[in-house]
């Protein structure tokens, strides 16, 4: 089974810098999706960006970016210019692609904090 | 606002009791998904309907059952409740049941055990 593993609790930065989060998977996979979901104080889960491991080229929106490293199995995401509207839980996913459905297997989450 | 409907947004029952939680898709997607976040276990799928037919099962308890309807929303049973099913229970949708798409998530259900 697939496992997700977000290694930093929280995450504090100062309003206009970058931060980065670790995400890191196991599969033996090779084709599935990275997702990461942003989950601020209102609960609700938006997907913020999401990777396709057959394609090389890291996605980006926006502000929003990843560093996906597949040998290593690692999918970071980057958010730049910080603005305190990003302040909330940011969840990595992974997606089979081989797997019957369609389901999100879910790290623990990180806790961004903005500092004005 | 992702379109997808969930009520009520807060319950609070007793335990040994049962429950009901509604989801109603974005319009012209086939797929529902249920997910439960606990401080516990994080966040986990429980299960997924597709058109009207299981597609995939999770980390489901036998005392959860849940069904897709032909208009396509989507009701999860919690019965026989413990103070441990205490969660946040988040539906999502999608077009397909497979590939690419993206999961539109509900606001979610906030179900408190006393």
């Known amino acids: 089974a697939q496992t997700v593993t977000q290694s930093q609790p929280e995450m504090s930065v100062q309003e206009a810098e970058t931060v980065t989060l670790s995400c890191t998977y196991d599969?033996?996979?090779?084709?599935?999706?990275l997702f990461w979901y942003k989950q601020p104080p209102s609960r609700q889960m938006i997907l913020v960006i999401r990777?396709?491991?057959?394609?090389?080229q890291n996605a980006t929106e926006n502000r929003f970016s990843v560093n996906f490293q597949k040998a290593a199995k690692s999918f970071s995401l980057k958010i730049s210019d910080s603005q305190l509207g990003d302040a909330a839980m940011y969840f990595c996913?992974?997606?089979?692609?081989?797997?019957?459905?369609?389901?999100?297997?879910f790290g623990g989450g990180t806790r961004v904090l903005v500092k004005p | 606002d992702s379109g997808v409907t969930q009520t009520p947004k807060h319950l609070i029952t007793a335990t040994g009791q049962r429950v009901t939680l509604r989801c109603s898709p974005r319009?012209?997607?086939?797929?529902v998904y249920w997910y439960q976040q606990s401080l516990d276990q994080g966040l986990q799928f429980l299960i997924q309907y597709y058109n009207g037919e299981e597609r995939a099962k999770g980390n489901i308890l036998e005392r959860f059952s849940a069904q897709q309807f032909p208009d396509l929303h989507s009701e999860l049973n919690l019965s026989s409740l413990e103070l441990g099913d205490s969660a946040l229970y988040f539906c999502?949708?999608?077009?397909?049941?497979?590939?690419?798409?993206?999961?539109?998530f509900g606001d979610g259900t906030r179900l408190s055990i006393l």
């Open positions: 996913a992974y997606r089979s692609l081989k797997a019957a459905g369609n389901k999100l297997t």
């Open positions: 999502a949708s999608s077009v397909g049941g497979t590939g690419n798409q993206p999961q539109h």
């Open positions: 599969t033996s996979e090779s084709d599935y999706y």
């Open positions: 990777q396709e491991a057959y394609k090389q």
């Open positions: 319009s012209g997607d086939l797929s």
